[in-house]
């Protein structure tokens, strides 16, 4: 038995301001296009779809974002989140590493998901916006900007995919419960929904077509914006109070990592702990090792083509430069639904070109199985998409006892499991399977990928 390690910082020490690692990278990233002209776009043409406060966000290169007072007031709810020390994992790994996680499960929703949904929430909110559509693949998001819908007084319109839709009914249960609609996709409602559902009637969704159904009816109304849960770059920002709360706290601790490990999905979290470190090494700071774990069924960093792709199915959204599946490919249905997103955020994309991180896929037994044994350790029942983390830190770890060295290990335990149980019944009971995509499949959604792209490049 070894004492809980935990490292809580007082609610004054909720950042004041987001980092936005853009201000200290040697080169800036490619610009976003227009998919009809090819030529960067610009803020107008995003009006239609955010207020005007995030999409300044979107495009600024300033370090330092103030976090409206309103915002860090709802934050005080969870944050600053804790900081443990992995303890009794270190013992029952038998390794010289030290390990330690920030855990974003201590949320509402259980994920570090609010951290965004708040602050998209507050600034449509005071745009005078009423309505927000947006997708959500595991129900994570969905359920993150109910609660921040319900209580900046907006209507949430979310379009679920459909396997999850059906996996997951409690994620349903949680976003009506914060008042909020929650439609499965493909859906009958939109143009984008109803042209896959003619050709595809048996359609289990991707994030990709649900991005293209909430950005459909979002452009509809002049009331109604949309807001996406990762990938793009203010979302990114706003999860950098994660990383920022991690550097006071390994001060607490008096040690500082050597390696930093997150999942990526759409690569938000991932960002969140890691820029602000990034930030420090490129200002001068001590160096940092830097693992985005991703998984074997949807490896966009580790396989996927760096170039400009949709952020969408139905081709509604700009073209982005990210590493990308190609916006076709629809990943097979493995549990951890927030990792099934054909792309990459364009920043990590960016700082992964840069050689300032480096990438790895696992598949999702072995995921399951770090998972379980963290659980084990440290009393914390990890999100499937977690698992991948906590993966990738244990190997981490594993390495360091081979060769004998006590290196100092971060991850970023970004949500809790509770919502996700069936999959550990079905990890249990023997019926999790390593989910491979088909490579035929993956050629023809990355030879689709738009020809636009050569033009500009
Ligand atoms: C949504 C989600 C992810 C994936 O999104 P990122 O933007 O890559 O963080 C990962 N983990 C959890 C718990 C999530 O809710």
């Not at 449509?124 to 129900?139: Q, S, Y």
Request: charged share 20%; net charge negative; with cysteine.
């Amino acid at each position: 038995m070894t004492d809980t390690v935990k490292y809580v910082l007082p609610e004054d020490r909720i950042p004041k301001t987001w980092y936005n690692i853009l201000a200290d990278l040697p080169e800036p990233p490619p610009p976003v296009l227009h998919p009809g002209t090819g030529q960067p776009i610009g803020p107008d043409d995003l009006a239609p779809l955010f207020p005007m406060a995030l999409i300044g966000q979107e495009v600024s290169m300033d370090r330092e974002i103030e976090i409206p007072e309103p915002v860090r007031e709802i934050y005080r709810q969870w944050r600053p989140s804790p900081l443990y020390r992995a303890r009794r994992l270190e013992q029952a790994l038998d390794t010289p590493a030290k390990i330690y996680y920030k855990y974003e499960g201590v949320s509402p929703t259980g994920s570090h998901k609010p951290n965004t949904a708040v602050a998209q929430a507050f600034y449509n909110m005071d745009a005078g916006v009423k309505r927000i559509t947006t997708e959500t693949g595991a129900g994570q998001w969905g359920s993150s900007l109910a609660f921040a819908g319900s209580i900046f007084g907006l209507e949430i319109d979310v379009y679920m995919v459909k396997v999850s839709f059906q996996q997951k009914p409690y994620r349903k249960a949680l976003m009506e419960a914060f008042g909020a609609r929650c439609v499965a996709s493909p859906s009958e409602e939109t143009e984008s929904g109803r042209a896959i559902l003619k050709e595809t009637p048996d359609s289990t969704g991707s994030l990709g077509i649900a991005i293209s159904e909430a950005v459909e009816m979002a452009a509809q109304r002049d009331d109604t914006k949309y807001a996406l849960g990762s990938v793009l770059n203010h979302v990114l920002t706003h999860q950098t109070v994660v990383g920022q709360e991690a550097i006071e706290q390994m001060n607490m601790a008096g040690n500082y990592p050597d390696i930093l490990v997150g999942c990526t999905g759409g690569g938000s979290n991932f960002a969140g702990l890691v820029n602000p470190f990034l930030g420090e090494q490129l200002r001068g700071g001590p160096k940092v090792r830097v693992v985005a774990v991703e998984p074997a069924a949807c490896p966009s960093l580790t396989r996927g083509k760096y170039a400009y792709d949709f952020g969408d199915t139905g081709h509604l959204t700009p073209l982005v430069k990210m590493h990308t599946l190609g916006s076709t490919f629809v990943p097979p249905g493995f549990h951890a639904g927030g990792l099934r997103y054909h792309g990459m955020a364009p920043m990590v994309s960016h700082i992964h070109e840069l050689g300032l991180i480096e990438a790895r896929a696992y598949e999702q037994t072995e995921c399951f199985a770090a998972g379980v044994q963290f659980a084990r350790a440290e009393g914390i029942v990890p999100a499937p998409e977690a698992t991948h983390a906590v993966k990738g830190a244990i190997d981490e770890a594993l390495k360091c006892k081979e060769a004998g060295t006590g290196r100092t290990i971060l991850f970023n335990l970004c949500g809790h499991g509770h919502f996700d149980m069936q999959a550990y019944t079905d990890y249990f009971a023997g019926k999790l399977t390593d989910q491979h995509y088909d490579e035929s499949e993956l050629a023809m959604a990355l030879a689709g990928l738009p020809s636009v792209a050569a033009a500009a490049e």
